[in-house]
């Protein structure tokens, strides 16, 4: 896969994952609840992350749980800015949002899983090309 694919398909996973994140806070803090399914096995329950919150000893409708969910994916969906304009510290606030949210079981941890192995990729790919530019930039 070339360097622009991966990243379309890092900032397209991103954005799903952060952009539910920021939104779910943002529901929790205005409404008072997070998205919670309404039919099925697990209706009306929050998800498995509610255990690392519990064994962190934060209530997980707490206004701290919420928070740390609309900031990670505030966080999360502000490094896809940066890494679109700055590369090198967006791919750095990336990894970091990825690595903080594998709490976030199930969705959120697979996605971010997922992410952390193309941006690895994407690192790779894109010092090549760096090298590629510089080693025609100084022959010319």
Same mark, same amino acid.
């Given at each position: 896969? &070339?360097?622009?694919?991966? /990243?379309?398909?890092?900032? *397209?996973?991103?954005?799903?994952?952060?952009?539910?994140?920021?939104?779910?806070?943002?529901?929790?803090?205005?409404?008072?609840?997070?998205i919670r399914p309404t039919e &099925?096995?697990?209706?009306? /329950?929050?998800?498995?992350? *509610?255990?690392?919150a519990s064994m962190a000893n934060i209530?997980?409708?707490?206004?701290?749980?919420?928070l740390v969910f609309f900031t990670s994916g505030f966080f999360g969906l502000l490094s896809i800015l940066v890494f679109l304009f700055i590369p090198r510290l967006g791919y750095a606030m990336l990894l970091l949002f990825c690595f903080l949210t594998l709490w976030n079981l199930m969705f959120g941890a697979l996605i971010s899983f997922i992410t952390i192995i193309l941006l690895m990729s994407w690192k790779k790919l894109h010092t090549a090309h760096l090298a590629t530019r510089s080693e025609k930039s100084s022959i010319d």
């Amino acid at each position: 896969m &070339g360097r622009r694919i991966i /990243q379309i398909i890092i900032i *397209t996973l991103v954005v799903l994952n952060a952009g539910y994140m920021a939104y779910d806070g943002y529901c929790a803090l205005t409404t008072g609840d997070y998205i919670r399914p309404t039919e &099925g096995e697990y209706a009306g /329950q929050l998800g498995p992350w *509610t255990m690392f919150a519990s064994m962190a000893n934060i209530d997980p409708l707490s206004i701290t749980m919420k928070l740390v969910f609309f900031t990670s994916g505030f966080f999360g969906l502000l490094s896809i800015l940066v890494f679109l304009f700055i590369p090198r510290l967006g791919y750095a606030m990336l990894l970091l949002f990825c690595f903080l949210t594998l709490w976030n079981l199930m969705f959120g941890a697979l996605i971010s899983f997922i992410t952390i192995i193309l941006l690895m990729s994407w690192k790779k790919l894109h010092t090549a090309h760096l090298a590629t530019r510089s080693e025609k930039s100084s022959i010319d």
